[in-house]
């Protein structure tokens, strides 16, 4: 069974640091990771797509690696700020008797302290 | 259209009601899901939809009925729920089901208070 592990689970960073957020997984099968933002009681927000294929994606300030053999990604966010505060989801995508699951992680709570 | 939209945003209901939560989206997705997320906890799974037929059934209650009535549509209806089905319910799809290169898009979600 697929386990995602997500550290440390909660943080807090001054406001202009770098946030580095880990995630890793035990089954190097997969499809796809995708890293999302939860605000608290909302929906989640996509922010990066990698492909099994590939080993990084970047969008403004925010940079996920990924390293399927070890079972491991990345997600940079550059010079955070307080808008930045937000539980961040790993995942990854099985596929399963012709269907996709998605595995999450339990989330990095991030808070970005003015 | 890139969205998921979900209606009602907030409901509450009593445990002998019955209420239906929408999830509607004009992406062409071929794929929808119903996912029930407690506070600080990710989200779990608890149906499937795949070209309109429901192909997951992740051992959810019978008291959650779940409908698809088209490709663009997705209902939950919800009859005589236990106030510990009280949580956030997030609607999902992606583009094609069995297809690894398309990423999911989540709704905004609805919260369910059951007194």
């Known amino acids: 069974k697929q386990e995602v592990t997500q550290i440390p689970a909660a943080l807090s960073v001054p406001e202009g640091e770098n946030l580095v957020l880990n995630c890793s997984f035990t089954?190097?099968?997969?499809?796809?990771l995708q890293w999302f933002r939860q605000d608290p009681g909302k929906g989640l927000t996509s922010l990066l797509l990698i492909q099994s294929s590939q080993r990084e994606q970047t969008s403004g300030r925010l940079n996920a690696s990924l390293d399927k053999s070890s079972g491991r990604s990345t997600l940079y966010i550059a010079a955070s700020q307080p808008g930045d505060s937000a539980t961040y989801l790993c995942a990854v995508l099985l596929f399963h008797y012709g269907n996709n699951r998605l595995a999450f992680g339990k989330g990095n709570q991030v808070v970005v302290i003015p | 259209d890139t969205e998921v939209t979900q209606t009602p945003k907030h409901l509450v209901m009593g445990m002998t009601n019955k209420k239906s939560l929408k999830c509607e989206q004009h992406m062409g997705h071929r794929a929808m899901y119903w996912y029930k997320q407690k506070a600080k906890k990710p989200p779990e799974l608890m149906f499937v939809y795949s070209y309109e037929k429901l192909s997951i059934n992740e051992s959810v209650p019978s008291r959650f009925s779940p409908e698809c009535p088209n490709s663009s549509l997705l209902n939950l209806h919800l009859h005589a729920l236990q106030p510990e089905d009280s949580a956030l319910y997030l609607c999902?799809?992606?583009?094609?089901?069995?297809?690894?290169?398309?990423?999911?898009?989540f709704g905004s979600g609805t919260r369910l208070t059951v007194v």
């Open positions: 999902a799809s992606s583009q094609e089901p069995g297809q690894g290169s398309y990423g999911y898009t």
């Open positions: 089954d190097s099968a997969i499809y796809n």
